[in-house]
C-alpha cells in the first residue's frame, strides 16, 4: 500500500499552509491510506506545564481546535489516528483526580471524526506507526526501530524529520522521522522560542515499501509560505466559547437588561433641484437643498443665517 503521514499538527496552531502541502503531496504520490501521526490536537488549556497567559482557555480552544479537525476531517474523511500524548492531556488529567477515562467522551466523538480509526499503534505492511511518547534523542525513530526490530514511523520529536535504513542477514528495516506541521510562532510553542534547533516542516510517505521524507516549502517566495494563506490585514478574532461571537447573559440578568433608545434626531440629508421654500431667497432657482422635515431652505439660506 501507499502510505501518507501526517506530522504533528497540534490544532489550533498548526501551520497555514501545512493542510494544503500534505493534501498535494499525498495526491502525487497516489496515497491509498493516510496515518496522522499523532497530537492532532494541543490541548494546552490542560497542560500539566505553566500556561501562557496568550492562550485561549479550554472551552475556547476547544472551539478553535474542533472547527480545524474538521478542516482535515473534510479533506481526509478516513485515516489513521496514532493517539499522542496531547492528545490524551484530558485522560490523563481525569486519572490524576482519580476518574476513570469511561467517563470521558470518545475521540471520534469529541472531535466529529465518525470515520477516524483511533490506536495508539499501527501495523501496515509490517511497519509501525506510532507518535513516539516518551521517546527522544538525535535519532529517536532509530532508537525505536532498534528496540522493536521492524521498520518504524514516528512523530512526537519536531525537530527531527528524516529516515534511515538498517538491515541484517534475514531483513532490511527502515526509521521515519516524520517532522511536523505546527506554527511555533504561537503561545503554544514559547517553551522552544529560543533553542538553536527548529521544527522540521515536512510529512513523510511510504511508497510500496519505500520511505520518504517531503518537506514543506514554506520560505519566502515558495508555494506553502503563510502570505499565500493568511490574510496579513486580518484582525485577529476574539473567541467566546460555544457563543462565540455573542454576549453571554445570565436568565436571571435579562430583566436587567435595558433596551437601548433609539435616538430621535432627524436625520439630515440632501436631496437635488427643489426650490428653496424662503420668502426672503435671493436663489428661488433650483438648487441643492436640505430637508430638516420643517422647511425646505437652499444652502445659501443655511450660509446666511
Not at 87 to 101: C, K, N, Q
Request: positive net charge; aromatic residues 10%.
Amino acid at each position: 500500500m501507499n502510505i501518507g503521514i501526517i506530522g504533528d499538527t497540534h490544532e489550533p496552531v498548526s501551520r497555514a499552509g501545512y493542510l494544503d502541502f500534505c493534501s498535494d503531496t499525498f495526491e502525487f504520490y497516489h496515497i491509498d491510506e493516510i496515518v496522522h501521526i499523532g497530537d492532532v490536537v494541543d490541548w494546552h488549556g490542560v497542560s500539566f506545564h505553566a500556561k501562557q497567559p496568550g492562550c485561549p482557555g479550554m472551552a475556547d480552544e476547544y472551539a478553535l481546535a474542533y472547527a480545524a479537525v474538521q478542516r482535515w476531517q473534510k479533506r481526509f474523511p478516513q485515516l489513521k489516528w496514532c493517539i499522542g500524548n496531547h492528545d490524551e492531556r484530558p485522560a490523563r488529567l481525569a486519572l490524576s483526580v482519580g476518574m476513570a477515562e469511561f467517563c470521558l467522551k470518545p475521540y471520534n466523538e469529541l472531535w466529529g471524526v465518525p470515520n477516524w480509526e483511533m490506536n495508539f499503534e499501527f501495523e501496515i505492511d509490517e511497519t509501525i506507526y506510532m507518535h513516539g511518547t516518551g521517546r527522544g534523542g538525535i535519532h529517536p525513530a532509530w532508537n525505536a526501530m532498534n528496540k522493536k526490530r521492524m521498520s518504524v514511523v514516528m512523530g512526537h520529536c519536531h525537530t527531527r524529520s528524516g529516515m534511515k535504513w538498517s538491515t541484517n542477514f534475514k531483513q532490511r528495516y527502515f526509521c521515519m522521522d516524520t517532522g511536523c506541521g505546527i506554527n511555533d510562532r504561537e503561545f503554544q510553542f514559547a517553551y522552544g522560542k529560543n533553542a538553536d534547533a527548529r521544527p522540521v516542516l515536512s510529512c513523510g510517505v511510504v511508497i510500496d515499501g519505500q520511505p520518504i521524507v517531503v518537506a514543506m516549502k514554506c520560505g519566502v517566495g515558495e508555494k506553502y509560505h503563510d502570505s499565500n494563506f493568511v490574510d496579513p490585514n486580518k484582525k485577529p478574532v476574539v473567541f467566546l466559547g460555544k457563543h462565540i461571537g455573542k454576549k453571554m447573559v445570565r436568565p436571571e440578568d435579562k430583566a436587567k437588561v435595558k433596551t437601548p433608545r433609539k435616538s430621535r434626531a432627524k436625520a439630515i440629508h440632501y436631496s437635488p433641484t427643489i426650490d428653496c421654500t424662503i420668502p426672503e431667497c435671493n436663489t428661488p432657482a433650483k438648487v441643492t437643498i436640505t430637508n430638516d422635515f420643517s422647511k425646505v431652505t437652499c444652502k445659501n439660506c443655511i450660509k446666511s443665517t
